[in-house]
């Protein structure tokens, strides 16, 4: 049976492996945390630029308004041209549908990201179960030690 002396350095020896393997897991969180912003600046990237596509739907759909205007003092001006106007509506209404085919794709864009974002968060609440039950795991390996230790010197 080894003596105290003996004992205690192989609990030291425990402890430095166990310091050690925290010291790795704070590293692995500290990773994490920048895939995380890089992944967050990415979304950031992205939610930017969609703004912009937003701004150009916008601006599409006053240049539409204006055409409209125009439409209707064409329309009290010259009841001639109601031919080239129905025309008219329907090259607008061709546009309409171009731009419901464009909202269709951003939210199907959006769809994606939110599968995305479920993906991430389940690695995420995977992350931290795993240490959480790693922090315990140190925690019971400590107490049994030195539960260990108590009842040797009694």
Sequence with gaps: MPNLEER??????????????????????????Q????????????????DGRFVAIDGRFAAIDGRFVA???????????FVAIDRRFVAIDGRFAAIDGRFDAIDRRFDSFDRRFDAVEHRFAWLVG????????TIGTVAGAFWGVLQTVR
């Design 8 to 33: 205690v350095a192989a609990l030291e020896g425990r402890v430095q492996e166990h310091a050690a393997q925290m010291s790795d897991i704070r590293q692995a969180n500290a990773e994490l945390r």
């Design 71 to 81: 439409i209707d003092g064409r329309f009290v001006a010259i009841d001639g041209r």
């Design 35 to 50: 895939d995380i912003r890089v992944v967050r600046d990415e979304m950031n990237r992205r939610f930017d630029a969609l």
């Design 130 to 137: 795993l240490m959480v039950t790693g922090f315990l795991a």
